[in-house]
């Protein structure tokens, strides 16, 4: 069962709490249209391992960032489905999951932690004059006066993680398209940072469906996953706005960078809502293939997604374009 309710919180920091010994969440303080909410933000795990697997992108750019720039300030429900606002760490292809990395919440010899990491992010955000901060994950609420920050009613977001591919005592949170993460707007820096948080315990491997780890077991029991830098076959370029004269089709360059031919007989390419391509044949060692995709909208692009998936229906390699990448006429967007 996924969580009982998802959204996103947009609005402006104005305080910060780190996390003390013991207590799992660094605690962020936003104001929107003159009520106040509390989130909290997950810096260890109960469970071991404890340390969080967390990515912090500086310049993060995706299609979202267009669509959350024109919500207003506040609290908006979204559904847990693919084509509106909902986060999904795997499907949306919002970063390469080899970028992740470890961290300790309290380092006792005085060294980088989590909460200091988190800290400094906030604070910077904070002094910046127009910086907004939006927030998904589950929304609460308690008619009683906030225990930390001292505001009435106490209200705020939780769960602001990776909410899919659980442990098994944790099932009951697991689903698709329902992801927590925090962004960061910049307006007078013209960016974006990205804040995405995962427990160790969770799989990169998840059922489209009930967002549970898919059954792919080692001897042991564990799950096996393929690491990232290891699959054979990548999207190393896109074409998303062909040259005056050029055939107005998009299309997709893949690369195998293994030493081994690769079937891709049910292999497919999909651009999110635009469709989905079949693949065929070998791809030799080393080769590049251009695969023709649908046709260019006659609309103003804004941006969009390309993933690949193997003939088992699991993403094998996936990734973004911006509207502003979309503008260059004739030039195919590398990755």
């Keep these: 069962m996924p969580l009982k309710s998802y959204a996103v919180l947009k609005g402006r920091p104005t305080a910060t709490l780190v996390s003390s010994e013991g207590h799992p969440h660094f605690q962020l303080q936003l104001e929107a249209n003159g009520s106040f909410y509390r989130v909290a933000i997950n810096v260890r795990s109960m469970m071991d391992p404890s340390e969080m697997e967390y990515l912090i992108k500086l310049r993060f750019g995706h299609p979202i960032t267009a669509e959350l720039r024109r919500l207003a300030c506040g609290l908006h429900s979204l559904e847990s489905a693919p084509g509106g606002l909902a986060l999904d760490y795997i499907r949306l292809n919002l ?28 604070a910077s955000a904070i002094a910046e004059a127009g910086s907004r901060v939006y927030v998904f994950g589950e929304p609460w609420e308690s008619d009683s006066t906030d225990r930390l920050f001292h505001f009435y009613p106490s209200r705020g977001m939780h769960d602001v993680h990776m909410n899919q591919g659980n442990d098994p005592c944790h099932w009951e949170q697991d689903g698709p398209w329902q992801d927590g993460a925090v962004l960061l707007e910049h307006p007078r820096q013209h960016r974006w940072t990205g804040i995405f948080l995962k427990f160790q315990s969770q799989s990169w491997l998840t059922n489209d469906v009930t967002g549970h780890p898919l059954p792919i077991r080692d001897h042991a029991g564990k799950i096996r996953e393929t690491h990232p830098k290891q699959q054979p076959v990548r999207i190393v370029a896109v074409l998303v706005n062909p040259a005056a004269g050029q055939p107005r089709r998009s299309s997709a360059t893949l690369l195998n960078v293994s030493p081994n031919p690769v079937d891709l007989d049910g292999w497919r390419l999909t651009s999110g809502d635009e469709g989905c391509w079949e693949l065929k044949g070998c791809l030799e060692p080393g080769a590049i293939r251009e695969v023709q995709l649908g046709s260019v909208p006659s609309h103003e692009n804004n941006g969009g997604i390309v993933t690949l998936l193997n003939h088992e229906g699991r993403k094998v390699h996936g990734v973004y374009y911006t509207a502003e990448q979309a503008l260059r006429e004739g030039w195919r967007v590398a990755f």
């Design 95 to 122: 970063f390469p999951r080899d970028q992740f990395l470890k961290l300790p919440s309290h380092d006792p010899r005085g060294g980088t932690d989590l909460n200091n990491v988190l800290d400094g992010i906030f």
